[in-house]
């Protein structure tokens, strides 16, 4: 086949290089895209374009060089910035470009973005992920997206760059945010739970290693207890989801059920746990450190270097 006959892959940017946009961003690039960058810091978007990117100097002047833009900021307010501020991207992108949306929202809010979108122009995914930063550097994670199959039609094969799975839940905005705020209840209620757990076990005086032996493989044990308390038994609280992003996703998933009139009593719980946490000066560390408002535990110590 010539290349005339190769279809031509859009041209993507990725707004936002934390712990997961940078994976992202690399994960595209090792698919065989161009890919352009743009985040607030400007010596993080720099080092990308080192490795082989582009980068630019604001979302518009980013928007304007791509047919798919992928947003992987932290909340609603920040996409709002990225596509509505001065030099915001939605007045850059060209008539049928897709913008896809990472992050973790009201799925109402998300509902609404698309028709703002469609008003201009513009396609729309919403596509928040799943998985942590090894698996967005990997190529590997979860995305749960909905949106118009036009906008697949575009970005497609972007998000398939991106991840392992891609789930496509529906026609229109909404359904996949709403299946990433039922994810984030059972996470962080899976958190809690497991922190409850672990720190009733040591009170009681069992050693944390043997504890976290026989749990990991008991019928109690879940993915959440043995990926975070694993990180307690190293006595190492550095933030890879850090107690804050549950103070803001179980707020949103309370938000969110609240016009349904739909009780969340666990849902409830955790979040609470988080705020005492973050209330506490724990709010920029590990989730995992939630453990650390139940009082009298002798919780392991880092090693030594």
């Not at 698996?135 to 994670?141: F, K, P, S």
């Not at 996470?187 to 990991?216: D, K, Q, S, W």
């Amino acid at each position: 086949m010539n290349d005339q006959d190769e279809p031509t892959r859009p041209r993507v940017g990725v707004v936002g290089l934390g712990a997961m946009g940078l994976g992202m961003a690399r994960s595209l690039r090792t698919g065989g895209y161009d890919v352009a960058v743009h985040d607030l810091r400007a010596e993080v978007a720099a080092d990308f374009a080192r490795e082989g990117g582009t980068a630019y100097g604001s979302p518009g002047e980013l928007a304007s060089a791509v047919d798919v833009l992928v947003g992987v900021v932290v909340n609603a307010a920040q996409v709002e910035a990225v596509l509505f501020d001065e030099d915001g991207a939605a007045g850059r992108l060209r008539s049928g470009a897709v913008f896809v949306m990472c992050s973790t929202v009201d799925p109402a809010w998300s509902a609404a973005l698309e028709q703002r979108l469609t008003e201009q122009g513009l396609l729309y995914l919403d596509a928040p992920v799943s998985g942590g930063a090894a698996r967005a550097a990997a190529g590997e994670l979860t995305m749960m997206t909905s949106g118009s199959a036009a906008a697949y039609a575009l970005a497609g094969p972007v998000l398939d760059a991106m991840s392992a799975t891609v789930y496509r839940l529906g026609g229109s905005a909404g359904l996949g945010s709403q299946v990433k705020v039922v994810n984030q209840l059972l996470a962080g209620v899976h958190i809690a739970a497991a922190a409850e757990a672990m720190a009733l076990g040591i009170r009681a005086g069992v050693p944390a290693e043997a504890l976290y032996e026989v749990i990991t493989h008991s019928a109690g044990n879940s993915w959440m207890f043995e990926n975070r308390m694993a990180h307690v038994l190293a006595g190492d609280y550095t933030p890879l989801s850090a107690v804050d992003i549950f103070v803001k996703d179980l707020g949103l998933v309370l938000d969110s059920a609240r016009p349904q009139r739909f009780p969340l009593p666990l849902a409830s719980t955790a979040h609470q746990m988080f705020l005492q946490a973050s209330a506490s000066g724990l709010g920029a560390e590990d989730d995992s450190a939630v453990i650390k408002i139940f009082p009298g535990i002798d919780l392991p110590k880092p090693a030594e270097a």
